[in-house]
């Protein structure tokens, strides 16, 4: 090699098994291409690692490597192929990519870099001068890498929602880990299968290990829990009930409003976002308006009252004084002759022990845990997706907290780390 091949030999991070046998310069397409030699004097099987003898070379094969200034870098090589006595005949490992990627380890690493800083796929891959497949290609080989990595041993609270997907009706459940903030799985539907398919992330006894589980009053997700993780507490998710309960005043303030206007009375007007926020976040103006609503004769304040009531349920001490709280809170509710509060009433009435549950395991899936927020927009940069895989991938490169690049290591399937791991147990 000459003192130039060397130099590229050192940047691209080649062992001694390889040269570079030329650096060819195309000024006018800005492409900058190194043909390598494989002069290693063995080679070993790629399946069994047993040291074989060479049979030939494959057909030449080029990556992408990281740019050299503005320079697109591709790095081209006739690899060889080995006879194993074993496995027979296989092209051998490279040390710079992965079996089957057009790109090297060092690219692949830097394009996570920037997928992940960037806000869209389109920009990211305009930046790294790829297409939005390879683009997405990439994100999906980087969540195989990262689930083959993952360690599920320590997951003990865990969250199951739904989101929506695409631009209709059509809903994903989500598996999140709630100690450790990321998403487990993503699977399509919002049905007892669905959260089945969830829980096979887990493996039997992880299931077991599980303490509690954190979820919407949803009859498919309940019925796959008590099958699945038998040994965990239901706790109905308190966001999901503050919204019920956001909801069941909406209905009341709409009708009543629309009840106000026929007399020309505006009361109401405007008042749609200020009800669903807590007092403490709102303006002193919001929280007068909501004060004269309170002292007025308006079903609105007394449906406001009965909500915002209902957030003291979540200080009580423990479950004891949870359901004395709840029983009082529910005379006044179910007396209110306000049909939609009346009806939050009752399910939270019928669901109550799973509500209880809250002063053994204070979890939820709520906007604290950050994914809620990530995965909306990730939903809104793609405007919507119509191939659920994508999405799923997209999920878990954002929010499954996967050790995603290639040679970042913990690999736990070696039997060396098995071993260790029962160790620690
Ligand atoms: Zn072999």
Known sequence: MNLLSRHYHQLVGLNEDWV???????????????????????????ECGAACSMK??????????????????ILTARVPRC???????????????????????LFEAFAIDVLQASQSIQSAALLLGIDWSTAQAIMKRAVGRGLERRSLDKVRHVGIDEKSFGKGQDYVSVMTDIDQSRVLEVTPDRTTESADELWKTLSRKQRRKVKAVCMDMWQAYETSTETNAPNALIVHDRFHIAKYLNEAV???????????????????????QTLLFNPENLSDEKNDEIAALRRSTLATGRAWSIK??????????????????????????????????KKVARMLKNRLDRILTWFSAPIS??????FNSRIQSIKSAARGFRIFEHYRIRILFFCGK??????????QKTQKNRDKSHLRR
């Open 20 to 46: 570079i046998a030329d650096v060819q310069l195309d000024v006018r397409n800005k492409t900058l291409t190194l043909p390598l030699e494989f002069v290693g004097d063995h080679v070993v099987c790629p």
């Open 56 to 73: 030939d070379h494959s057909t030449e094969r080029s990556w992408r490597h990281l740019d050299a200034m503005q320079f697109q870098t």
């Open 83 to 105: 006879s194993c006595e074993t496995c027979g005949v296989k092209t051998i490992a490279v040390p710079w990519a992965d079996k089957h990627s057009r790109f090297t380890l």
């Open 250 to 272: 909406d209905k009341v303030r709409s009708a009543e409003h629309r009840e106000l206007q026929q007399t020309g009375d505006d009361r109401l007007k405007g008042m749609r």
């Open 308 to 341: 915002e009531m209902f957030r003291f349920f979540w200080q009580e001490l423990d479950a004891v004084g949870g359901r004395a709280f709840f029983d009082s809170w529910y005379a006044w509710a179910i007396r209110s002759r306000l049909t939609p509060i």
């Open 365 to 370: 899936n709520g906007p604290a845990e950050g």
């Open 402 to 411: 996967l050790a995603l690049k290639p040679g970042e290591n913990q690999p």
